[in-house]
Nanobody
Framework: QVQLVESGGGLVQPGGSLKLSCAATGSISGITAMGWYRQAPGKQREMVAAITRDGSTNYADSVKGRFTISRENAKNTVYLQMNSLKPEDTAVYYC?????????WGQGTQVTVSS
């Protein structure tokens, strides 16, 4: 079992920045990749960014150049640095971990971009 706890969401003005954190606990040795997904009201959940165990990263086209995913192995934590935020980035952001042939999810953290 893997447990994920997100933090760092909130309200920010357009053009602003936020940094999300996701701390993993439990059977973390089996994690092969971690990522961030988001779900806006009335829309499907979509992948935002992902990072594999070897450090390879992948981003949705809509966030390339604005968001950066990183990890701190010593703290078993993954981060999502979000810059130049737009109103369309408003969503609940979920942390995801792939481990033991299944996906684990955090509880989600709300990000609202509004003036």
């Amino acid at each position: 079992q893997v447990q994920l706890v997100e933090s760092g969401g909130g309200l920010v003005q357009p053009g602003g920045s936020l940094k999300l954190s996701c701390a993993a606990t439990g059977s973390i040795s089996g994690i092969t990749a971690m990522g961030w997904y988001r779900q806006a009201p009335g829309k499907q959940r979509e992948m935002v960014a992902a990072i594999t165990r070897d450090g390879s990263t992948n981003y949705a086209d809509s966030v390339k150049g604005r968001f950066t995913i990183s990890r701190e192995n010593a703290k078993n934590t993954v981060y999502l640095q979000m810059n130049s935020l737009k109103p369309e980035d408003t969503a609940v952001y979920y942390c995801n971990a792939d481990a033991y042939r299944r996906s684990y999810w955090g509880q989600g953290t709300q990000v609202t971009v509004s003036s």
